[in-house]
Protein backbone atom coordinates (compact mmCIF):
# COMPACT_ATOMS: atom_id res chain seq x y z
CA UNK A 1 0.00 0.00 0.00
CA UNK A 2 1.04 3.99 -0.69
CA UNK A 3 0.18 7.02 1.54
CA UNK A 4 -0.33 9.70 -0.48
CA UNK A 5 -0.38 13.44 1.12
CA UNK A 6 -1.48 16.44 -1.17
CA UNK A 7 -0.23 19.89 -0.75
CA UNK A 8 -0.57 23.25 -1.93
CA UNK A 9 -3.98 24.27 -1.83
CA UNK A 10 -5.46 27.50 -0.75
CA UNK A 11 -7.50 30.79 -1.94
CA UNK A 12 -6.41 32.53 -5.22
CA UNK A 13 -8.06 34.82 -7.36
CA UNK A 14 -9.55 33.73 -10.56
CA UNK A 15 -6.78 33.99 -13.27
CA UNK A 16 -3.77 32.72 -10.52
CA UNK A 17 -2.28 29.75 -10.23
CA UNK A 18 -1.34 27.27 -7.89
CA UNK A 19 0.71 24.11 -7.59
CA UNK A 20 -0.13 21.04 -5.74
CA UNK A 21 1.99 18.22 -4.80
CA UNK A 22 1.65 14.51 -4.19
CA UNK A 23 4.01 13.29 -2.00
CA UNK A 24 4.50 9.31 -2.07
CA UNK A 25 5.47 7.20 -0.07
CA UNK A 26 6.15 3.30 -0.75
CA UNK A 27 8.42 2.61 -3.48
CA UNK A 28 5.28 0.86 -5.85
CA UNK A 29 3.81 4.20 -6.50
CA UNK A 30 6.04 4.92 -9.31
CA UNK A 31 5.30 1.23 -10.68
CA UNK A 32 1.85 2.86 -11.97
CA UNK A 33 -0.06 5.71 -13.52
CA UNK A 34 -1.41 8.60 -11.34
CA UNK A 35 -3.80 10.76 -11.48
CA UNK A 36 -5.85 14.08 -10.06
CA UNK A 37 -9.22 14.30 -9.26
CA UNK A 38 -11.48 17.01 -7.58
CA UNK A 39 -14.76 17.11 -5.52
CA UNK A 40 -16.52 20.08 -5.62
CA UNK A 41 -19.37 20.69 -2.69
CA UNK A 42 -22.28 18.60 -3.56
CA UNK A 43 -20.82 17.10 -6.68
CA UNK A 44 -19.53 13.89 -7.53
CA UNK A 45 -15.93 13.32 -7.46
CA UNK A 46 -14.39 13.90 -11.21
CA UNK A 47 -11.03 12.98 -12.68
CA UNK A 48 -9.19 16.03 -13.40
CA UNK A 49 -5.78 14.47 -15.17
CA UNK A 50 -3.45 11.39 -15.39
CA UNK A 51 0.11 10.75 -15.81
CA UNK A 52 1.80 7.48 -17.11
CA UNK A 53 3.97 5.64 -15.21
CA UNK A 54 7.08 6.60 -17.12
CA UNK A 55 5.67 10.68 -17.08
CA UNK A 56 6.05 10.85 -20.81
CA UNK A 57 2.01 10.29 -21.69
CA UNK A 58 -0.49 12.60 -20.32
CA UNK A 59 -4.24 12.90 -20.07
CA UNK A 60 -6.43 15.73 -19.11
CA UNK A 61 -10.20 16.14 -18.63
CA UNK A 62 -11.59 18.44 -21.51
CA UNK A 63 -12.59 21.16 -18.80
CA UNK A 64 -8.94 21.77 -17.38
CA UNK A 65 -6.70 21.00 -20.73
CA UNK A 66 -4.74 23.98 -21.92
CA UNK A 67 -4.44 25.78 -18.20
CA UNK A 68 -3.18 22.45 -16.26
CA UNK A 69 -0.21 20.22 -16.40
CA UNK A 70 0.54 17.27 -15.11
CA UNK A 71 3.98 15.75 -14.48
CA UNK A 72 6.23 13.16 -11.44
CA UNK A 73 9.42 13.25 -9.51
CA UNK A 74 10.20 9.60 -10.04
CA UNK A 75 13.13 9.95 -8.21
CA UNK A 76 11.49 11.77 -5.39
CA UNK A 77 8.43 9.90 -5.31
CA UNK A 78 5.96 12.91 -6.34
CA UNK A 79 3.78 14.25 -8.47
CA UNK A 80 2.52 17.82 -9.30
CA UNK A 81 -0.50 19.69 -10.44
CA UNK A 82 0.47 22.87 -11.98
CA UNK A 83 -2.77 25.20 -12.34
CA UNK A 84 -3.04 28.29 -14.40
CA UNK A 85 -5.55 30.60 -15.33
CA UNK A 86 -7.82 29.42 -12.40
CA UNK A 87 -11.58 29.68 -12.51
CA UNK A 88 -14.15 30.03 -9.86
CA UNK A 89 -15.49 26.93 -10.83
CA UNK A 90 -12.17 24.74 -10.15
CA UNK A 91 -12.94 25.28 -6.22
CA UNK A 92 -12.87 22.13 -5.04
CA UNK A 93 -10.86 19.55 -2.85
CA UNK A 94 -8.08 18.05 -5.09
CA UNK A 95 -6.90 14.32 -4.13
CA UNK A 96 -4.18 12.00 -5.91
CA UNK A 97 -4.91 8.48 -6.76
CA UNK A 98 -2.16 5.47 -7.68
CA UNK A 99 -4.19 3.87 -10.80
CA UNK A 100 -3.97 0.15 -11.13
CA UNK A 101 -1.63 0.50 -14.71
CA UNK A 102 0.58 1.98 -16.39
CA UNK A 103 -1.24 4.00 -18.96
CA UNK A 104 -3.04 7.66 -18.11
CA UNK A 105 -5.56 6.75 -21.18
CA UNK A 106 -8.94 5.05 -19.88
CA UNK A 107 -7.95 5.88 -16.20
CA UNK A 108 -8.60 3.18 -13.74
CA UNK A 109 -7.87 4.72 -10.19
CA UNK A 110 -6.70 2.32 -7.71
CA UNK A 111 -7.83 2.04 -3.72
CA UNK A 112 -4.55 4.29 -2.44
CA UNK A 113 -6.07 7.86 -2.10
CA UNK A 114 -4.70 11.05 -0.25
CA UNK A 115 -6.40 13.37 2.61
CA UNK A 116 -6.97 16.12 -0.23
CA UNK A 117 -6.29 19.78 -0.59
CA UNK A 118 -8.56 22.48 -0.76
CA UNK A 119 -8.39 25.14 -3.29
CA UNK A 120 -10.71 27.95 -3.91
CA UNK A 121 -11.06 30.25 -6.20
CA UNK A 122 -12.33 34.07 -5.84
CA UNK A 123 -14.37 35.60 -8.70
Known amino acids: QVQLVEIGGGLVQAGGSLRLSCIASGRTFNEKAAAWFRRAPGKEREFVAAVGRSGNTTYYAQSVKGRFAISRDKPANTMYLQMNDLKPEDTAVYYC????????????????WGQGTQVTVSS
Open 97 to 112: NRGKYYTPYNYDSGDD
